[in-house]
Antibody, heavy 121, light 107 residues
Framework: QVQLQESGPGLVKPSETLSLTCTVSGDSISSGHYFWSWVRQPAGKGLEWIGR???????NYNPSLKSRVDISVDTSKNQFALKLTSVTAADTAVYYC?????????????WGQGALVTVSS | AIQLTQSPSSLSASVGDRVIITCRAS??????LAWYQQKPGKPPKLLIY???SLESGVPSKFSGSGSGTDFTLTISSLQPEDFATYYCQQFRINPPTFGGGTKVENK
């Protein structure tokens, strides 16, 4: 059974960097079968895809966030990570790490439970 | 980015009702559409992909249809566990985008 678990600080100050890690179990990131994504959801609002990473390290980002986002992978720990710089209150959201149903398709079958990150001083 | 417009944004229905939610894309996406169900405090759950294919383990009371720009999600007979928010999502063109959601509430 594939499981994803987000971890990281729940409170970040404005202008600082949000950092989250997703630990994967039940699947091996290094198998190269899938890309791994981050999706976020502000409270009471809809879902926004942030970006994805392949085991090779290749990334794709949402143009709306591209200048501030970095996604990386650590195959030795079976983890991938999100960094979002220069955060503001608008970045307050629940952040999900996700895995698609098939390689190459953004149909999201497996989701972490989500990590609430609040941007506040 | 492709915009997805869901309607209605919310609806009130009773157990046993047939519920239809629509999703319109700002440009044609063939059948590259998925539907998700989300309950409070939980991540979204995949219900339908490729516009009409039922995800494994999802009850057959859920069905999807459509192609191009207009899509529907139908719940044939609403049950208590179906009160939730439903989202459509396109995966035809990057970035993948989601609709604004439809909240199904108990009348």
């Amino acid at each position: 059974q594939v499981q994803l678990q987000e971890s990281g600080p729940g409170l970040v100050k404005p202008s600082e960097t949000l950092s989250l890690t997703c630990t994967v179990s039940g699947d091996s990131i290094s198998s190269g079968h899938y890309f791994w994504s981050w999706v976020r959801q502000p409270a009471g609002k809809g879902l926004e895809w942030i970006g994805r990473i392949y085991v090779s390290g290749g990334t794709n980002y949402n143009p709306s966030l591209k200048s501030r986002v970095d996604i990386s992978v650590d195959t030795s720990k079976n983890q991938f990570a999100l960094k979002l710089t220069s955060v503001t209150a608008a970045d307050t959201a629940v952040y999900y790490c996700v895995r698609p149903k098939w390689s190459g398709y953004h149909v999201f079958e497996y989701w972490g439970q989500g990590a609430l990150v609040t941007v506040s001083s | 980015a492709i915009q997805l417009t869901q309607s209605p944004s919310s609806l009130s229905a009773s157990v046993g009702d047939r519920v239809i939610i629509t999703c319109r894309a700002s440009q044609g996406i063939s059948n590259a559409l998925a539907w998700y169900q989300q309950k409070p405090g939980k991540p979204p759950k995949l219900l339908i992909y490729d516009a009409s294919s039922l995800e494994s383990g999802v009850p057959s009371k859920f069905s999807g249809s459509g192609s191009g720009t207009d899509f529907t999600l139908t719940i044939s007979s609403l049950q208590p566990e179906d009160f939730a928010t439903y989202y459509c999502q396109q995966f035809r063109i990057n970035p993948p985008t989601f609709g604004g959601g439809t909240k199904v509430e108990n009348k």
